[in-house]
């Protein structure tokens, strides 16, 4: 049997790579780990979710304090931001998150850690800085990098990707956003709310594609009363640097040209996965449209290459990589054989208010030719998010002909932690009649869920039906007031 130097080797130590690495070295396999970068923790640590929510953070607590008269306290004259500060508060965050993430914890659990480009010789083996490496399973999980269109002149014109965004030595006085993704709208807000002009462009006629236009529109709507401008369905043409601004040509849906100007460009128009200099084609991994061609096992044309998070071109969340590091964990470590499924993957946009998505939406029941019934209820209704000053969203619940919930969407206050109590339901096949008996705590954000449950079940239960049988049987007498 052909003996290898290692159980398991993993390509990128972001999410998946990480969630992999701890669960194969804990159930005792001789783990190796290699990172191109010089610390662990990939885009989600240092590029991506913890630097963007800790931006967004601060960006709202300085929203809230700019509108301190809305909760009865007096105006107060800000200062304008140092963005240097916030910064420097990012990168504490980042530095106390990295320490759960060092090469120290992975030895600990007995994981090898190496810090360098490793690429394919055979399908078993790596050379990694003329060291050549043999493992009998290998994950490939180096995540993705910020896609950059081909724009006139975007060469020679200077632009920002989430790689620059949180370590800017001061805020841009404006910017324009290119694409209207997550990432996009997330820092969109954040920076308008710190003072930068925004301007977003987008080359579809709605933000947030994945989500239904509905709910993304309510959300623009909030954005643009807060002073972001949209250009949707507009094409980037060119784009040339003007000193001290730059400047965007775009083509709007009338056909019209319109010149942009900005000091600040953020490209943000989705992602690619990371697969150059891998020497991937030198051992023929297959490839589609996606990217590597992949099972539902998460293995690739050779069995025991498997890829996971970004690279696996399907879900790009730091939770959808750990999910698949699961996967491929039981496939080759524990041999339990395990497909990935992404029938209940949550999401949620982190804007203010922020949109949370499960299962299906409108437009992905529709796509898929699901007869469904929409259930929705508003936050104006709930009474703690009028406490708050936080009643704009609602949630959308959606049904199938069996009155099974196939999907929730909520735009609205803590939307991420809400639907959170659904993805119990989905996952665990709660029926909705248990939502609606459970007790929920008063006054909280969650008794929406139960809420929207309620609207489902008040048409059955206080129909002309019931009462005549309850007047029937009991003798009740009716109204006591009015007609
Ligand atoms: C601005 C922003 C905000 C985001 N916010 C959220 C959020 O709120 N919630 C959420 O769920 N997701 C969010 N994401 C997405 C999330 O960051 C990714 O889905 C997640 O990081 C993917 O994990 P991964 O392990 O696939 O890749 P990564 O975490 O990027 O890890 C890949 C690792 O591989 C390394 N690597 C690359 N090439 C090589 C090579 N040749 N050899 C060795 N190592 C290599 C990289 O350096 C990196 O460390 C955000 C992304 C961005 C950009």
Same mark, same amino acid.
């Given at each position: 049997m052909a003996q290898y130097d290692f159980d398991i080797g993993i390509l990128g130590v972001g999410a998946a790579g990480l969630t992999v690495a701890s669960g194969a070295a804990q159930f005792g396999a001789k783990t190796i780990l290699i990172e191109k970068e010089k610390e662990l923790g990939g885009d989600c640590l240092h590029f991506g979710c913890v630097p963007s929510k800790t931006l967004i953070r601060t960006a709202n607590i300085y929203h809230l304090m700019k509108n301190a008269e809305k909760y009865g306290l007096p105006h107060t004259n800000l200062k304008p931001v140092d963005f240097q500060a916030i910064a420097e508060r990012i990168q504490s965050v980042i530095s106390a998150i990295q320490e759960h993430d060092s090469k120290e914890r992975f030895c600990k659990l007995g994981a090898r850690v190496e810090f360098g480009s490793a690429q394919f010789i055979d399908e078993h083996s790596v050379r990694l800085n003329g060291e050549m490496l043999s493992a009998k399973k290998w994950v490939i999980a180096t995540g993705s990098s910020p896609f950059v269109p081909m724009i006139e002149g975007i060469d020679n014109t200077p632009y920002i990707t989430n790689k620059e965004l949180f370590s800017l030595k001061s805020l841009p006085k404006s910017m324009i956003a290119i694409g209207g993704g997550p990432i996009s709208i997330e820092m969109a807000q954040a920076f308008n709310r710190l003072g930068t002009k925004v301007t977003v462009v987008e080359l579809a006629n709605q933000i947030l594609g994945a989500e239904d236009k509905d709910m993304a529109e309510n959300l623009m709507n909030i954005l643009i009363s807060e002073g972001i401008t949209f250009y949707l369905g507009s094409m980037p043409l060119s784009t040339r640097d003007l000193g001290n601004e730059k400047e965007i040509l775009i083509k709007n849906t009338e056909g019209k040209t319109i010149r942009l100007k900005a000091e600040t460009i953020l490209v943000a128009v989705g992602r690619k996965a990371n697969l150059q200099d891998l020497g991937l084609e030198d051992i023929s991994v297959e490839r589609d449209k996606k990217g590597l061609k992949i099972d539902e096992k998460l293995r690739t044309n050779h069995k025991h290459i498997f890829v996971a998070g970004d690279t696996t071109g399907s879900y790009q969340f730091t939770h959808a990589a750990g999910y698949e590091g699961g996967i491929v964990l039981s496939n080759a470590? $524990?041999? $339990?054989p395990r497909k990935a499924d992404y029938t209940y993957l949550p999401w949620c946009t982190y804007t203010d208010p922020e949109l949370a998505s499960i299962g299906m939406n409108e437009k992905r029941a529709a796509a898929a030719g699901i007869s469904y019934s929409v259930w929705t209820e508003e936050f104006r209704t709930n009474d703690r998010s009028l406490a708050e000053g936080e009643e704009t969203g609602n949630i959308k619940l959606l049904l199938d002909e069996k009155e099974k919930p196939i999907g929730i969407q909520i735009l609205g206050p803590t939307a991420g932690e809400l639907i959170n109590e659904w993805v119990a339901v989905m996952n665990g096949m709660i029926k909705l009649s248990t939502i609606a008996s459970a007790v929920h705590p008063y006054p909280t954000l969650g008794e929406i869920n139960k809420k929207v449950v309620g609207t489902f079940f008040s048409g059955k239960i206080f129909s002309e039906k019931v009462k005549w049988a309850l007047k029937f049987f009991f003798n009740l007498k009716g109204r006591a007031c009015g007609e």
């Open positions: 470590i $524990l041999h $339990l």
